[in-house]
T-cell receptor, first 114, second 115 residues
Framework: ETGVTQSPTHLIKTRGQQVTLRCSSQSGHNTVSWYQQALGQGPQFIFQYYREEENGRGNFPPRFSGLQFPNYSSELNVNALELDDSALYLC?????????????FGPGTRLLVL | AQSVTQPDIHITVSEGASLELRCNYSYGATPYLFWYVQSPGQGLQLLLKYFSGDTLVQGIKGFEAEFKRSQSSFNLRKPSVHWSDAAEYFCAVGAMNQAGTALIFGKGTTLSVSS
């Protein structure tokens, strides 16, 4: 069974640029959630995709957007990057539609915005 | 609003000693509670979870947690700490949305283990 994978592992961008982060969900999972973890903080929920539809969103501006594909992999796009977007971005997959389902996390993508 | 508080930012425990990490939550309904561990440069690994039933939950690596509704707490315990337990520990509550759960995390507790 393949776990959750994310790419790239690290990247550096400059303020104002756009970035796309990718996540492959665990086999059998149809839900992907994205979290932002700033240095020294707990992860914060960005949004969740269930069967290719956005299913809940945290307190993040519209320049954070996402997509889920028919194979349930997902992308997180961030436009007009700001310095405060520097963080570890975590993707988690789960079997959605199940009350209190367990989310399995990938290793994350570390983004640095200069 | 839902929230999770982990009062201890950093704890140091001697190897072989017992451990308790505190977690308090605020949630309007019956909570779904989780403890995750994060090693440096790694993602989050689930230690244990509570949904209902027995309030004492057993997890991996010898960890357990006790749900106390009256105290809104879900403290993590381990009877004997190993040096490999040094990591960041996060408590989370699951907030239900239309078809799944969004996790709300505390700020974490860093565990150091001294020899």
């Amino acid at each position: 069974e393949t776990g959750v994978t994310q790419s790239p592992t690290h990247l550096i961008k400059t303020r104002g640029q756009q970035v796309t982060l990718r996540c492959s969900s665990q086999s059998g999972h149809n839900t992907v959630s994205w979290y932002q973890q700033a240095l020294g903080q707990g992860p914060q929920f960005i949004f969740q995709y269930y069967r290719e539809e956005e299913n809940g969103r945290g307190n993040f501006p519209p320049r954070f957007s996402g997509l889920q594909f028919p194979n349930y992999s997902s992308e997180l796009n961030v436009n007009a990057l700001e310095l405060d977007d520097s963080a570890l971005y975590l993707c988690a997959s789960s079997q959605g539609g199940v009350t209190g389902e367990t989310q399995y996390f990938g290793p994350g993508t570390r983004l640095l915005v200069l | 609003a839902q929230s999770v508080t982990q009062p201890d930012i950093h704890i140091t425990v001697s190897e072989g000693a017992s451990l308790e990490l505190r977690c308090n939550y605020s949630y309007g309904a019956t909570p779904y509670l989780f403890w995750y561990v994060q090693s440096p440069g790694q993602g989050l690994q689930l230690l244990l979870k509570y949904f209902s039933g027995d309030t004492l939950v057993q997890g991996i690596k010898g960890f357990e947690a006790e749900f106390k509704r009256s105290q809104s707490s879900f403290n993590l315990r381990k009877p004997s700490v190993h040096w490999s337990d040094a990591a960041e520990y996060f408590c989370a509550v699951g907030a239900m949305n239309q078809a799944g759960t969004a996790l709300i995390f505390g700020k974490g507790t860093t565990l150091s283990v001294s020899s």
